[in-house]
């Protein structure tokens, strides 16, 4: 039933009445006919219709005035009616006008006969009908306006929609005007005027004073002769659910609208100010808020920096605020609880304590702030202000919230890009500052560079760089901006108690506000002076010590991001490299200029030869460099080894001559020592040679003249002032060139003796290198040709064995055989040589019985000598002690020998073996009478790859290289060998080796 309307529920109740229904406009015609009327007429709906007019269903008889219904008032009257059949039916007519003045009648047909019993069911009806509209959820009324204006209706419906009872409304007739919300009077008043009843929907006020939307359906009753409105009755219908939830939903589309928005605006913004500006103006505009700030942390999330902001005109601006992060309660907050913060009474509040004074300025009652969230991380705030008290509902919060999350978004991306951006230049300009860096050479200009590099990358309105001179102490290398009073006063701080401390920290020191600093900082009353509120230390560190700093002033406050310090801190390492290279720099060109000198001194003494001027020109050399008030050289006498001051320049010019007594005096130590003495007061030094001749102050360095390990002498240099490293080095320097430029002059009288012996040694070893030269000659053509007979006769004889006579085929393999054979012996024996100049002493040894070894050498080569015609006897010691050897070396030794015997001993021959025992050995003998050694060869036999001519041009084969090796081997075990030979005589060969040493 709560859908249906006051003519649905007219209609409901013609269809269902136990009577039929007629009703008719203005003009008679056919506007409603009940579904029963062939009941009553005999005739179907389709039928009656086509008839057309009332009258040609009732006959004009019922349009008598007496008939006719008065001032609403219904009449009645009797119809005899024929039906199809021809039957006569008595009807009763009732009639009425539906709405007065209308002109729409309602005619209700009743069978007479049936007239009892359907009034009965017509009241049955009436009162089914009076149930229904009092139990309908919508309300329902009546409403009499004239004569007198009250409610004749209103059902139970007005009590659960708007709280009051229907006896409210009958006691108090104008109840209606007073629930009417008074936005909405005036246009019920101007609906009524306009006879507009269908009212949209309005705002009714409930009982208990909230808003209730009602939908109203009013149908007015005229006056017919007036015109004018007598009652109005209705249907009422709660639409408070439906309007809160098209509320929901076009708040829910405004949200959505918003986040577009913003999106929109920020999706290809550039840059980060600007967007954020233009996001928190539709976002204050939305909340309806004055005034809206978007605050940025910092690196460390310490403090707060309003970057964008939206304000109504002449509001105060915030741009620029920074705000503490630590010990802010409303802060620690959204850090902790990531969560929006709504606040009443800001200016009072001590969750906003830290920023009273800002409330205050901005007239700030409420305060709304939201954090900005990248990611799980706060990395700022959105911040609403509101001049009156504001409540804020949980999806009021999720949408702020939401907002600042895109905002979040938005600050990643565009931070990232200006993050690029900014890298990108501060990179491009660091790369610039680079090559001016490279670009300089002296310490000024690389201080200059520094300073204004670090003034440039950083913003820096005031810098200066300041330097650690080990000598001097701090001091200003470059600066700009600065009073010259303030540095003055940063340096005496520097050079006394160290309140800055710049130089006892590597790391860079950032101040946001040097007036947070303690009252008595240097640093903060200087702000005060110079007008800087920031500054930043970057220190320059070369092997974990600080050299020098380099100390950026700005104006207002300052925050620093991670891309601004990773780039000062490559130019704080840049700039040290410069540094140091520049100091190399200058070290190097002084060093340079010092060697340089050192080489004209150099040159000087070495084109000197006389004592004296070289002894001139040392002394002369060092009063000019070095400023020196005395200069004076000790030197010992070579022949009685006396010390005496044999020269001396400047103010003790009376002490040249001195004897220097063997004391523990200043120089006896240092000749005795063969170290410097480095003094820088002479009074305050004990063993003085002369304490007497001491000034005011006098610095002095002793440098001792060293000549081969020898210390000759000594030179004295004195001066008023101290000595600094280099120069001492420089005198160390002339000290060493004068040592041996004098030891040269001393020795200058034996140098053509030593000259002309020097020079018969060097030609014997001349003659000597030139035999060899021979020797090493011959070796070559010896071994190439005893190498290219061996390899042609290999060469023809496997080309025989390819393409020779078969029968033969053995005689050309032991051919083969023996050139193979050839060339292996000549391989070990150059293999031999080679491993015993390589190891000569990597020779394994042990007790060999020498008796032993010659018994196995002999039966080895027993067959050789028979083949050849000769003798060879055997005449060993019995006795024969046993020596330290290694056997197989000891019996390599034996088979040269005696091979070379029975090679070089004609048919007939004798060879004799023997071995003797001596005092302080054992002696093995080899002797032949074969052709014997030249004398000419004789002093060559031993030498590696000789043959002589002789030998050479014979059948015999050799490589010269056995008498060589047993020379090695013999050597080797500290033995020797004697040879006794005369051409077409014979030779003897003795070899002598120690005995075993556990004899």
């Known amino acids: 039933m709560d859908n249906l309307s006051v003519e649905s529920i007219y209609q409901f109740l013609l269809e269902h009445s136990s009577e039929t229904s007629l009703v008719t406009d203005r003009n008679g015609h056919f506007t409603f006919i009940s579904s029963n009327v062939h009941q009553f007429f005999g005739y179907t709906q389709t039928e009656i219709e086509a008839l057309g007019n009332i009258d040609q269903l009732l006959g004009a008889t019922w349009r008598a005035p007496a008939n006719q219904p008065q001032n609403g008032n219904a009449a009645g009257f009797l119809v005899t009616f024929v039906e199809r059949q021809g039957n006569e039916r008595q009807l009763s007519v009732s009639l009425k006008e539906i709405h007065m003045g209308s002109g729409r009648l309602l005619f209700t047909v009743r069978d007479v006969n049936e007239r009892a019993t359907t009034e009965d069911t017509l009241r049955g009806r009436a009162e089914m009908l009076q149930r229904l509209v009092d139990n ?88 017919v002769e007036s015109g004018t409105i007598v009652a109005a009755a209705g249907v009422a219908r709660n639409l408070t659910a439906q309007k809160e939830s098209e509320a929901r939903v076009h708040r829910h589309l405004n949200e959505i609208t918003l986040l577009n928005q913003v999106m929109s605006l920020t999706a290809t913004a550039q840059d980060l100010p600007t967007a954020l500006q233009q996001a928190c103006t539709v976002l204050a505009r939305f909340f309806d808020a004055p005034q809206g700030a978007v605050a940025i942390f910092d690196d460390d999330q310490t403090t707060l920096t309003v970057i964008a902001e939206y304000q109504e005109d002449a509001q105060p601006s915030a ?131 520094i300073g204004e590099g670090a003034a440039e990358l950083s913003g820096a309105e005031r810098c200066a760089v300041f330097v650690d001179h080990t000598e001097s102490g701090v001091v200003r290398a470059w600066s700009q901006g600065l009073s010259q009073t303030s540095l003055e006063t940063i340096l005496s701080d520097l050079r006394g108690p160290a309140n800055l401390r710049f130089f006892e920290s590597t790391d860079a ?134 010390l005496a001051l044999v020269e001396v320049r400047g103010v003790y010019t009376e002490l040249q001559g001195m004897k220097i007594l063997d004391s523990p005096g200043m120089t006896n130590a240092v000749i ?60 160390l320097a002339v000290a060493d060139i004068g040592a041996s430029a004098i030891h040269r002059a001393q020795v200058v009288e034996t140098l053509e003796q030593r000259v002309q012996e020097r020079t018969q040694a060097l030609a014997a070893a001349n003659v000597r290198l030139t035999e060899l030269d021979v020797l090493k000659s011959k070796f070559v053509s010896d071994v190439s040709h005893e190498l290219r007979t061996p390899i042609q006769n290999l060469k023809m004889y496997l080309d025989l064995l390819d393409r020779g006579r078969p029968e033969k085929r053995e005689v050309y393999l032991l051919t083969l055989q023996d050139q193979v054979d050839l060339l292996q012996r000549l391989t070990e024996d150059i293999l031999d040589l080679s491993r015993l100049e390589l190891a000569p002493d990597d020779q394994s040894q042990e007790t060999v019985e020498l008796n032993h070894l010659v018994g196995q050498v002999y039966a080895t080569l027993e067959p050789r000598a028979e083949a050849a015609g000769l003798s060879v006897s055997l005449q060993l010691d019995p006795t024969l002690p046993v ?61 590696r790859f ?54």
């Open 946 to 999: 000789y043959r002589s001519n002789r030998v050479s041009q014979s059948n015999i084969r050799g490589t010269g290289l056995g008498l060589a090796i047993v020379y090695e081997i013999v050597q080797q075990y500290h033995g020797r060998i004697e040879v006794k030979s005369e051409e077409g005589v014979g030779s003897t060969f003795c070899v002598w080796l120690p005995m075993w040493p556990g004899r």
């Open 672 to 731: 005795a020592s063969g170290r410097p003495l480095v003094v820088t007061d002479l009074r305050a030094l004990a063993g003085m040679d002369r304490p007497d001749l001491v000034g005011p102050s006098i610095a002095a360095v002793c440098a001792p003249l060293i000549v081969e390990q020898s210390t000759v002498g000594a030179l004295w240099v004195v001066r008023n002032r101290p000595f600094k490293d280099a120069e001492v080095n420089l005198i």
């Open 319 to 449: 741009l620029g605020t920074q705000i503490p992060g630590m010990g802010n309660p409303s802060v620690d907050y959204v850090l902790t609880d990531k969560a929006p913060l709504a606040l009443n009474n800001a200016q009072t509040n001590p969750l906003l304590a830290s920023v009273h004074d800002l409330m205050l300025r901005r007239n700030t009652n409420s305060l709304l702030l939201v954090p900005i969230l990248v990611g799980d991380e706060v990395c700022g705030t959105l911040g609403l202000d509101f001049h009156e008290s504001r409540t804020f509902d949980a999806e009021e919060l999720q949408l702020a919230q939401s907002l600042a999350n895109q905002l979040g978004q938005v600050l990643q991306r565009l931070t990232l890009y200006t993050q690029g951006i900014e890298h990108a230049r501060l990179a491009t300009l660091l790369s610039e500052l680079g090559e001016r860096l490279n670009r300089s050479f002296t310490l000024d200009e690389v201080f200059q560079a």
């Open 136 to 223: 309908a959820p919508d309300i329902v009324f009546h409403y009499q306006i004239h004569p007198v204006r009250r409610f004749e209706y209103i059902n139970h419906a007005i009590y659960p929609i708007l709280g009051y009872k229907p006896e409210e409304f009958y006691a108090d007739p104008l109840i209606f005007w007073q629930i009417l919300h008074p936005d909405e009077r005036e246009k019920l008043m101007q609906a009524l005027r306009d006879f507009s009843f269908r009212l949209p929907p309005m705002r009714w006020l409930h009982k208990d004073g909230s808003t209730v939307w009602i939908d109203q359906h009013i149908v007015p009753y005229l006056d």
């Open 509 to 642: 020191v950032f101040l946001r506000d040097v007036q947070r600093m303690p009252a008595g900082a240097l640093l903060r009353q200087l702000g005060e002076v110079e007008g800087y509120q920031s500054a930043a230390i970057w220190p320059l560190v070369f092997e974990d010590q600080t050299v020098a700093v380099v100390v950026c002033f700005y104006e207002g406050a300052r925050a620093w991001s991670s891309i601004e310090r990773e780039v000062m801190g490559s130019f704080a390492r840049q700039a040290t490299s410069t540094l140091e290279n520049a100091r190399l720099f200058g070290e190097a060109q002084r060093r340079t200029a010092e060697l340089e000198r050192l080489s004209q001194i150099s040159s000087s003494l070495r084109s000197e030869l006389d004592r004296s001027q070289i002894q001139s020109v040392i002394l002369d050399e060092m009063s000019n460099l070095l400023g020196a008030r005395s200069v004076a050289l000790a030197l010992r006498d070579p022949v009685s080894l006396a």
């Open 883 to 943: 020596v330290s050897a290694d056997p197989d070396r000891l019996v390599q030794v034996i088979n040269n020998l005696l091979s070379n015997a029975i090679n070089y001993t004609p048919a007939a021959g004798l060879v004799r073996v023997a071995t003797k025992h001596l005092d302080d050995g054992v002696c093995l003998q080899v002797e032949d009478n074969g052709m014997g050694i030249s004398a000419k060869d004789m002093p060559h036999i031993f030498d």
